[in-house]
């Protein structure tokens, strides 16, 4: 069964860059039918959709992050990566790794699989 | 971008209860619109995509309704395991947007 783990520091100073990695067990990343994303949830707030990334490297984000975000692929490792650089406080938030729909297929896009989270702290 | 909204944003229901979660969209997003099940500390859990269409694995008390730009989640006959918190979301446009949830509690 297809699972998702995301890794990485727990937490980052203010103007760091936040480097998170999700590794992809029991299936293999370079699926064509899938995108597989990056989601935030601060404390006591909505989701919000960072962006994705197909196996080939093509990406596509959220424009209300786009300027500070790069999304990255390792299908050898079958992981995928999140930079936000210059984080604030506002930041804090657990990330989550998901896999997608593409927005080509009759479905719309819907996230499939989670990983469980993990929660980053943005604080000096 | 699209909002979404979602009501109540919370609800105490006992268990058996019928339960209806209510989200609108602002602008129609046609029948795109899929429903998550989050509880701490776990996955978010997909329950219903393109409206009405349940997930593999998903039970059949979980349904869904809507088209255009008001939508409805239902659990038929709440259980245990259902108390959690309750996502909808658009996948008509990007940005993919969420609403606020709706948090079902134990009355």
């Known amino acids: 069964q297809l699972q998702l783990q995301e890794s990485g520091p727990g937490l980052v100073k203010p103007s760091e860059t936040l480097s998170l990695t999700c590794t992809v067990s029991g299936g293999s990343i370079s699926s064509e039918s899938y995108y597989w994303g990056w989601l935030r949830q601060p404390p006591g707030k909505g989701l919000e959709w960072i962006g994705s990334?197909?196996?080939?490297?093509?990406?596509y984000l959220n424009a209300s992050l786009k300027s500070r975000v790069i999304i990255s692929v390792d299908t050898s490792k079958n992981q995928f990566s999140l930079k936000l650089s210059s984080v604030t406080a506002a930041d804090t938030a657990v990330y989550f790794c998901?896999?997608?729909?593409?927005?080509?297929?009759?479905?719309?896009?819907?996230?499939?699989?989670w990983g469980q989270g993990t929660l980053v702290i943005v604080s000096s | 971008d699209i909002q979404m909204t979602q009501s109540p944003s919370s609800l105490s229901a006992s268990v058996g209860d019928r339960v209806t979660i209510t989200c609108r969209a602002s602008q129609s997003i046609l029948h795109y619109l899929n429903w998550y099940q989050h509880k701490p500390g776990k996955a978010p859990k997909l329950l219903i995509y393109?409206?009405?269409t349940l997930q593999s694995g998903v039970s059949s008390r979980f349904s869904g309704s809507g088209s255009g730009t008001d939508f409805t989640l239902t659990i038929s006959s709440l259980q245990p395991e259902d108390f959690a918190t309750y996502y909808c979301?658009?996948?008509?446009?990007?940005?993919?947007?969420f609403g606020p949830g709706t948090k079902v509690e134990i009355k």
């Open positions: 990334i197909y196996y080939s490297g093509s990406a």
């Open positions: 979301q658009q996948g008509y446009g990007s940005p993919w947007t």
């Open positions: 393109v409206a009405s």
């Open positions: 998901a896999r997608h729909t593409t927005s080509y297929g009759a479905y719309g896009v819907y996230f499939q699989r």
